[in-house]
Nanobody, 119 residues
């Protein structure tokens, strides 16, 4: 199993920036495709961004494309989500997730970190 721990959330004004980090434990991080998801109160969890095991970006959801950047540093067992030009609609709990290459579902999830964007 892989344990994921998110950090970096907080309260920012609209137009501001935050960088989220996700630290992974275990020896298989370099073989895991990583993604960021978010969930606002009363709403379903939605996909935000994903990156493959070698650092290639898989994709972004339309609402964040051009504003958010996903990256990873396998030497540090860490994946990042740089969020710029934040909007109030970005307010949510952000979750880091991982799946093994060749698997469909994200099997590993962090505890989440709160991002709140004020207007």
């Amino acid at each position: 199993q892989v344990q994921l721990v998110e950090s970096g959330g907080g309260l920012v004004q609209a137009g501001g920036s935050l960088r989220l980090s996700c630290a992974a434990s275990g020896r298989t991080f370099s073989s895991i495709n990583m993604g960021w998801f978010r969930q606002a109160p009363g709403k379903e969890r939605e996909f935000v961004a994903a990156i493959n095991w070698s650092g290639g970006v898989i994709g972004y959801t339309d609402s964040v494309r051009g504003r958010f950047t996903i990256s990873r540093d396998n030497a540090k067992n860490t994946v990042y989500l740089e969020m710029n030009s934040l909007k109030p609609e970005d307010t949510a709990v952000y979750y880091c997730a991982g799946r093994l290459s060749g698997y469909t579902n994200y099997a590993y999830w962090g505890q989440g970190t709160q991002v709140t964007v004020s207007s």
